[in-house]
């Protein structure tokens, strides 16, 4: 089983609907992320979380909300998703000792019609 | 200025070659530093962490310059299945990604 799980792994929806990716890990690590990715523009950090209930807006935060109400659970929403939501999604799961690593999921492919 | 630049390449090589990639970041307090593996459609995947020092892992060497704030990554004798992305990673509270530089190792 993989150790950071994202579902759905692809997801086609309309414009202004709500949808909310999801991120479970069993690695036990407290530090968790959400990106995205588009072509040329490489990861662009969204949100991360360094334990339970602690938010931390990234670069671009806008037209996102996430909640981090289980270690182990990192979620990610789009209140009213629009076309240039359209990306790949990855989360990614940390451990708090210093200047380690981050761990992917497989991602989450989304567009958004 | 974006935090972590990148050659986008592509860098097109023969098998065997020896490649470099070079990556630059602005925030000086940065404290931690990688190298990661990005195949088409794929998560990106750790290669190798960047020390200090500089570290070897078989055919990969990294190499980190803080005074002039960048950091190298050297591949030598090519495959093919060193074909991918790879990503440039700089942290300090955060980690800021490269765009990442595409080699393509061809026979």
């Known amino acids: 089983d993989a150790d950071v799980t994202q579902t759905p792994r692809n997801r086609i929806t309309k414009t202004g609907k709500r949808i909310m990716l999801e991120c479970s890990q069993t690695k036990g690590h407290d530090r968790m992320y959400w990106y995205r990715q588009d072509p040329g523009l490489g990861l662009r950090l969204i949100y991360y979380?360094?334990?339970?209930?602690?938010?931390n807006k990234g670069e671009i935060s806008d037209g996102y909300s996430v909640s981090r109400q289980a270690q182990a659970k990192f979620s990610l929403s789009l209140e009213s998703a629009i076309p240039n939501q359209t990306a790949l999604y990855f989360c990614?799961?940390?451990?708090?000792?210093?200047?380690?690593?981050?761990?992917f999921g497989d991602g989450t492919r989304l567009s958004i019609l | 200025r974006k935090e972590v630049e990148q050659d986008p390449g592509p860098f097109n090589v023969p098998e065997g070659a020896t490649v470099a990639f070079n990556c630059t970041y602005s925030?000086?307090?940065?404290?931690?530093f990688f190298w990661y593996r990005q195949d088409c459609r794929k998560e990106p995947k750790l290669l190798m962490s960047?020390?200090?020092s500089g570290n070897e892992d078989g055919r990969f060497t990294a190499q980190l310059n803080r005074a002039s704030q960048y950091i190298s990554l050297l591949i030598r004798d090519s495959k093919l299945s060193d074909s991918a992305t790879y990503l440039c990673?700089?942290?300090?509270?955060?980690?800021?990604f490269g765009a990442g530089t595409r080699l393509t190792v061809k026979p």
């Open positions: 990614a799961t940390q451990s708090q000792t210093s200047n380690q690593p981050q761990h």
């Open positions: 925030n000086s307090a940065s404290q931690s």
């Open positions: 990673v700089v942290g300090h509270n955060d980690m800021r």
């Open positions: 979380s360094f334990d339970v209930k602690d938010i």
């Open positions: 960047v020390y200090s």
